[in-house]
Every structure is written in C-alpha cells, then in structure tokens.
Nanobody, 120 residues
Framework: VQLVESGGGLVQTGGSLRLSCASSGSGFSIRAMAWYRQAPGKQRELVARITSTFSTTNVADSVKDRFTISIDNAKNTVSLQMTSLKPEDTAVYYC??????????????WGQGTQVSVSS
C-alpha cells in the first residue's frame, strides 16, 4: 500500500489549507485513516482519525472545531480541512492508514509527510 500526500504549504495565521492522502495498491481494504503531525523537537501526535465503515472520527482537542477529517471510500482517500490555522499548527503532517490484507491481517502504513507552515 502506498500513501501519497498533497496540499501542504505556507499560510498566514487564520488561513486555511486542505491536505489529501490517496492510498493505492492491491489486495487491501481500509480499516481507518488518520493524520498525525510532528513539530520540530516534539513527538508525533494524532491530529484526527476516521474509520472506513462508519466514518467515526476522533479529533485532537487542540484542533477540534478548526480541522475536519473526511474519507472517500470509493477513492481510498482521506482529507483534512484545516481552518483558522495557528503558528502552533506548524509541523510535518503524516498520513496513516490501517488496512486489512487478503488474509485478514492488519497492517499499518505511513505517507512521506507534507510540511505545513503557519506564519504569525
């Protein structure tokens, strides 16, 4: 499974960005997809997660009411709409996917990361 992210960039405080992550490959089905972020000198943290079957979401308190995660099951794509961005949102954002393979085994994959920078 390959994950390809897009949509990062530089934006001013209060601005918006939309990240997308497309998964590709064969012989898998998605259990859940998520966005994590890692700022310099900090640990990677979960931003938002969404399940495939019921689109159940889990969003970090620090971004709740500002970020929205969505999934397109037909395209195996997850998006993160980010609004009211703050300098503390600056980080590398990573796409994550939990998938089942043909044998019912659960695997986890990561994208290469996309930089989001918010200027004050």
């Amino acid at each position: 499974v390959q994950l390809v992210e897009s949509g990062g960039g530089l934006v001013q405080t209060g601005g918006s960005l939309r990240l997308s992550c497309a998964s590709s490959g064969s012989g898998f089905s998605i259990r859940a997809m998520a966005w994590y972020r890692q700022a310099p000198g900090k640990q990677r943290e979960l931003v938002a997660r969404i399940t495939s079957t019921f689109s159940t979401t889990n969003v970090a308190d620090s971004v709740k009411d500002r970020f929205t995660i969505s999934i397109d099951n037909a395209k195996n794509t997850v998006s993160l709409q980010m609004t009211s961005l703050k300098p503390e949102d600056t980080a590398v954002y990573y796409c994550n996917a939990q998938t089942w393979n043909l044998y019912g085994l659960l695997n986890e994959y990561w994208g290469q990361g996309t930089q989001v920078s918010v200027s004050s």
